[in-house]
């Protein structure tokens, strides 16, 4: 674990309101129902997760909540603001961001030019200046250039600043989307099978990096397969069949006899 990554305390999170409210969310494709009046908050600060099998609907629910997809009933809310018919990167400049269970990153793009698109969202040059050159967007550049640098070495990947993306393996790739999604400085970082494609070596430092983006204040919402890296979460919420069926600490959603029937082998 790099110096910039060793981890500093977490204030006591009890006390802190919601940042992400889902609210009876309902989805369905032609006659098959997807999502069931799902309810549930992700509280500011914490690292909350959400668990289920193939087809329990997590895929879904992300992408209802990140805008890539409209819910055919209920809302949500992002620090009390209803954000159900907001697009994608009006979310994102709420601070709402997002990885993908498979990988994506700009194949062709360098891994600086790709952690560097992360920032695009929070600039303040318009097309015209930065086309232009003028001072404020020679400024954002180099800002954007700087954060760059910082955030590669802060996920350890410098060394592959100069490498093409898609050359990289898949482990790679995910930390490269992991690292861009941070450069967009968001309040609610929404990552969906990050250990995906990982090493248990990378899965061990993943875990590291999710506990201190936290204890900088990004609010985090984990889909996640694998239970060791689940265990990172403040507090679980266990989807079946499209319904919310347990909430609670990982421990406790563990031991629930509703979820171990459903998902957890009994």
Known sequence: MSAALQQTPVNSLASQPALLEIRNIAHNF???VVLRDVCFSVAQGKITGLIGPNGSGKTTLFNIASGFLRPKAGDLLLNTQTITSCSVQQRSRLGLVRTFQTPKVFQ?????ENIEMGFYASTRAGLISTMFATPAARRERLEMREKAEKTAAKFDITHLLDMTAGELPAGQQRIVEIA???????SLLMLDEPSSGLSSDEVRLLRQWIETLSAEGITILLVSHDMGLMSVCHDVHALYFGKVIASGSMSAIQADPTVREAYLGG
């Open 180 to 186: 861009r999604a941070y450069m967009n400085a968001p």
């Open 30 to 32: 032609g006659g098959l």
């Open 108 to 112: 062709h793009m360098s891994v600086r």
